[in-house]
């Protein structure tokens, strides 16, 4: 406990010396968590409500018995917030875990108190955008407009389906409505960062209503490459969100949604040298990335009659993307070399140099759900059905040229693999009121998911060693699962709810998603879990701040975890490997106190001790590490976060608001993923700590002219430690951004 509480204390510290100025005079202040027109206060009171739909229903946040974090769409514009990462160590235990093959945000999964962390081809945290699941290549949409994020904490499978062993993270947008919305956001920051965001809803005609969001961000990045010269991390992109309601009456509403969001790019995939800590890159071959993500999606609400309500949701998303990485991000020998054609992966002569990594990704998914909810009484009932269908089709590249240590000879490896995964559950949940003080609950989930995973490899080496060497890959498995949630809820006060759940969490099993033998091209197996867990959520002093706490412990089987396995030829394979058993102890706080009419104070923190129960990584026979007893790879233990709002008022709807933030995120430890690693081979990336400031002039019509300074205290932090592939030894991380300052303006039009 002690390890939390220091870096707390310290945070506030350091937030109650960013805010000192203003608190000889007194008044009152907190933090908007809807939306917000400028008064005299800081932000809202921590007494106003957040209503959140965790259950499929209205409800006030802390009248939701389970861990929920709620952030209001005008406090995530005010603070710069653009995706569910800079929500990082802010919603207690959800961090984004880097892949362990590399850094690329295609191979990233969002995790929650441990759990996620390795998570094969499907992720563990799935992300919803009004209702409708995400594919893993899609969770870090762009923020659109939106009225509210709700971050659910621990399994949410019986409501929100698949792919929720470890929490939800759902994102609602602002529906447009019969007033005029119009809205501007212009930003400019170091580094030539730019973004220009715009917004405008309202009537279109009887009972029809729409909306639409545009974004275009654009930064040159803070990396240097010094070989080829330029940035080595910028970035272009396009997003627009539209949607069009029609609610002739109101029994019925129905939303037709669609956006689509376009990026070039250049990804830091291995970073920087550490032993040189300068934000300095050395790649000697480099290409633009590119990712593409468009969807759209119908929701239907009907009031049928008798106090029940028909929800359907149809959607369908498709997302490409196309990633070239240096692979040892060194200068190597880029002596020209051809070799010949292999079909059907490579139908004429390739000719490259140095080596070079290109994968390129399409994502097709499609999702159906129906449910209907309704009140028998004392009970609240929900039922209902999903069926889902998911291609992925997946190319990667590899070659190396002549000349390049360690190799003999020039070689390619092309792979074409697709993964088939569709799927079909049904599920229910009850709430029994069965006083005005106590409530309890129970739900099921019946889930199926088959998995095909097609396609071929080809292994080609140049002389001296002459040599092809195919694989196919050709296999399927089905997987089935009923899972179990259960919770009681006591108030003893209005002010004071007391819960503890059960729920059981699973994940479907999978093909390993590039197979580089045929020892690896086999399913592994479906991960469940039960997770127990009791909490408070309590308000104070007169309903002027909020506490709450949640003790969990996560028993885990069937972990699914990809590891990186030498085989003593040119490169690694990738595979994911079942710890038979681990566990996760863990506590969670969140507070927000309102201490006069103009400050306010916000904290979180998150402490998960995960440990392998049963887990040996083996190389070989004569290489075999038992990793039992020890922490998780690829996650933090603590995560810190506090925050403190400060307001002036000028009167007359006008004030200075004056924030800061501070967070801590612990050590955390990588598998070392080399030609030469042994099994028991790993890295760590130390803790950090960050400070960003900001100071806003707030007036009427919403306008809000803001100048910030992100990591003020310019400190060099790092995530993905990982040596030289090839060579070992040299230590490459990927760094944290440095010190950065920006404005920002917003107005309503």
């Given at each position: 406990m002690q390890r939390i509480l220091e870096p707390l204390l310290r945070g506030l510290s350091l937030l109650t010396l960013c805010s000192s100025p203003a608190l000889a005079d007194s008044g009152d202040a907190p933090v908007d968590t809807a939306a917000h027109a400028a008064d005299d206060s800081a932000v809202a009171n921590a007494s106003d409500e957040i209503f959140v739909t965790a259950r499929k229903r209205a409800e006030t946040l802390q009248d939701v018995p389970m861990a929920v974090t709620a952030v209001g769409g005008a406090e995530l514009e005010r603070r710069g917030v653009q995706d569910v990462n800079d929500l990082t160590a802010e919603v207690p235990g959800l961090f984004t875990a880097p892949g362990s093959v590399n850094n690329s945000a295609d191979f990233a999964y969002l995790t929650m108190r441990g759990v996620g962390f390795n998570a094969g081809l499907e992720p563990a945290v799935g992300v919803f955008v009004?209702?409708?699941?995400?594919?893993?290549?899609?969770?870090?949409?762009?923020?659109?407009?939106?009225?509210?994020?709700?971050?659910?904490?621990?399994?949410?499978?019986?409501?929100?389906?698949?792919?929720?062993?470890?929490?939800?993270?759902?994102?609602?947008?602002?529906?447009?409505?019969?007033?005029?919305?119009?809205?501007?956001?212009?930003?400019?920051?170091?580094?030539?960062?730019?973004?220009?965001?715009?917004?405008?809803?309202?009537?279109?005609?009887?009972?029809?209503?729409?909306?639409?969001?545009?974004?275009?961000?654009?930064?040159?990045?803070?990396?240097?490459?010094?070989?080829?010269?330029?940035?080595?991390?910028?970035?272009?992109?396009?997003?627009?969100?539209?949607?069009?309601?029609?609610?002739?009456?109101?029994?019925?509403?129905?939303?037709?949604?669609?956006?689509?969001s376009d990026r070039d790019y250049n990804e830091a995939i291995r970073g920087v040298r550490l032993a040189t800590r300068r934000y300095e890159?050395?790649?000697?071959?480099?290409?633009?990335?590119?990712?593409?993500?468009?969807?759209?999606?119908?929701?239907?609400?009907?009031?049928?009659?008798?106090?029940?309500?028909?929800?359907?949701?149809?959607?369908?998303?498709?997302?490409?993307?196309d990633v070239f990485t240096d692979m040892d991000s060194r200068i190597t020998a880029q002596n020209p070399v051809t070799l010949p054609a292999s079909?059907?992966?490579?139908?004429?002569?390739?000719?490259?140099?140095?080596?070079?990594?290109?994968?390129?990704?399409?994502?097709?998914?499609?999702?159906?759900?129906?449910?209907?909810?309704?009140?028998?009484?004392?009970?609240?009932?929900?039922?209902?059905?999903?069926?889902?269908?998911?291609?992925?089709?997946?190319?990667?590249?590899?070659?190396?040229?002549?000349?390049?240590?360690?190799?003999?000879?020039?070689?390619?490896?092309?792979?074409?693999?697709?993964?088939?995964?569709?799927?079909?559950?049904?599920?229910?949940?009850?709430?029994?009121h069965v006083t005005d003080t106590i409530e309890a609950s129970a739900g099921g989930r019946w889930s199926h998911e088959t998995v095909v995973g097609t396609g071929q490899r080809i292994q080609v080496f140049g002389p001296p060693i002459n040599s092809v060497?195919?694989?196919v890959r050709d296999a399927r498995d089905d997987f089935d699962n009923v899972s179990w949630t259960g919770s009681i809820a006591y108030r003893p006060d209005p002010d004071i709810l007391l819960y503890a759940t059960y729920a059981e969490g699973w994940k479907a099993g999978g093909i390993n998603r590039f197979p580089g033998n045929?020892?690896?091209?086999?399913?592994?197996?479906?991960?469940?879990?039960?997770?127990?867990?009791?909490?408070?959520?309590?308000?104070?002093?007169?309903?002027?701040?909020?506490?709450?706490?949640?003790?969990?412990?996560?028993?885990?089987?069937?972990?699914?975890?990809?590891?990186?396995?030498?085989?003593?030829?040119?490169?690694?394979v990738s595979v994911v490997e079942s710890a038979a058993r681990a566990h996760v102890d863990g506590v969670e706080a969140e507070f927000v106190a309102t201490l006069s009419d103009r400050l306010q104070l916000r904290g979180s923190a998150s402490y998960s001790r995960s440990r392998f129960d049963d887990f040996v990584r083996v190389f070989t026979a004569a290489d075999r590490t038992?990793?039992?007893?020890?922490?998780?790879?690829?996650?933090?233990?603590?995560?810190?976060?506090?925050?403190?709002?400060?307001?002036?008022?000028?009167?007359?709807?006008?004030r200075i608001a004056l924030h800061a933030e501070y967070r801590y995120v612990d050590a955390i430890t990588y598998q070392d993923n080399t030609r030469a690693s042994r099994s028991g081979d790993q890295l760590t990336a130390p803790a950090y700590?960050?400070?960003?400031?900001?100071?806003?002039?707030?007036?009427?019509?919403g306008l809000r002219l803001t100048a910030y300074v992100d990591n003020v205290?310019?400190?060099?932090?790092?995530?993905?430690?990982?040596?030289?592939?090839?060579?070992?030894?040299?230590?490459?991380?990927?760094?944290?951004?440095?010190?950065q300052f920006g404005v920002r303006a917003a107005v309503d039009l």
């Open positions: 009004d209702g409708m699941y995400l594919p893993q290549m899609g969770f870090d949409a762009s923020f659109l407009d939106l009225d509210r994020v709700e971050v659910l904490r621990g399994p949410q499978g019986t409501l929100f389906g698949r792919n929720t062993q470890g929490g939800a993270v759902n994102l609602v947008t602002r529906m447009p409505g019969p007033d005029l919305r119009a809205r501007l956001l212009l930003e400019a920051a170091q580094f030539d960062s730019y973004r220009l965001q715009g917004a405008i809803s309202g009537q279109i005609g009887a009972q029809l209503y729409a909306g639409i969001t545009a974004e275009h961000r654009r930064s040159d990045g803070f990396l240097r490459n010094i070989v080829g010269g330029g940035r080595q991390d910028w970035f272009r992109q396009s997003a627009v969100r539209g949607t069009l309601r029609w609610a002739p009456s109101d029994s019925i509403d129905v939303a037709l949604i669609g956006d689509w890159s050395v790649v000697d071959q480099d290409a633009p990335d590119r990712k593409d993500s468009r969807g759209g999606q119908l929701n239907v609400a009907a009031q049928l009659g008798g106090g029940v309500t028909l929800t359907s949701i149809s959607g369908v998303r498709y997302t490409s993307s079909p059907p992966l490579a139908q004429t002569p390739q000719s490259f140099r140095g080596a070079t990594l290109d994968v390129a990704i399409q994502q097709r998914f499609a999702s159906q759900e129906l449910r209907l909810n309704g009140r028998a009484g004392s009970i609240d009932w929900l039922v209902g059905g999903y069926v889902f269908d998911q291609r992925q089709d997946q190319r990667r590249d590899r070659r190396v040229g002549r000349g390049v240590a360690p190799f003999p000879a020039a070689l390619y490896i092309y792979e074409d693999y697709r993964d088939d995964r569709d799927g079909v559950a049904a599920f229910a949940n009850a709430i029994y060497q195919p694989v045929a020892a690896s091209n086999l399913p592994y197996k479906d991960e469940s879990s039960q997770n127990y867990e009791i909490g408070a959520k309590t308000r104070l002093f007169d309903r002027r701040a909020t506490f709450n706490l949640a003790f969990y412990h996560i028993d885990i089987r069937n972990q699914q975890l990809i590891n990186v396995i030498p085989t003593g030829g040119p490169t690694p038992d990793f039992s007893g020890t922490p998780f790879e690829n996650v933090p233990e603590t995560t810190l976060f506090a925050a403190a709002d400060y307001a002036v008022p000028l009167g007359t709807g006008r700590e960050r400070v960003d400031v900001s100071v806003s002039y707030e007036g009427r019509r205290f310019d400190s060099f932090d790092y995530s993905f430690p990982s040596s030289d592939p090839l060579l070992g030894g040299d230590l490459f991380v990927v760094p944290l951004p440095p010190r």
